[in-house]
């Protein structure tokens, strides 16, 4: 059974940085695209990063400022969020896409395993 386990949230000032850990187990990341979510309370769950077999996308308002990136024995996904801003706030979930060497994209119906999720405050 897949499962997928995200760490790292917490609390920091805009500006800072935060680093979260998606451990999986039950598949490889090599062969599945691993995609972050975030929810915040007032807005619709959006995909913030994703990455699958030889690429990468990142939503408009991340660019720039956050990196995904694979453990090299495929069993970890990481998010690295530079320069933090209040609009960044949310709980933060990595996903599986339904399909292995499937599609690297947004739409929340193309995942069919999910964490449970890590909250990310950013706040003076």
């Known amino acids: 059974q897949p499962q997928l386990v995200e760490s790292g949230g917490g609390l920091v000032q805009p500006g800072g940085s935060l680093r979260l850990s998606c451990a999986v187990s039950g598949f490889s990341a090599k062969y599945y695209a691993v995609t972050w979510f975030r929810q915040a309370s007032d807005r619709e769950n959006e995909g913030v990063a994703c990455?699958?077999?030889?690429?990468?996308n990142y939503a408009d308002s991340v660019e720039g400022r956050f990196t995904i990136s694979r453990g090299n024995a495929g069993d970890a996904v990481y998010l690295q969020m530079d320069s933090l801003e209040s609009e960044d706030t949310g709980v933060y979930f990595c996903a599986r896409a339904r399909r292995s060497f499937g599609p690297c994209v947004f739409e929340s119906s193309e995942y069919d395993y999910w964490g449970q999720g890590t909250q990310v405050t950013v706040s003076s």
């Open positions: 990455i699958g077999q030889g690429v990468i």
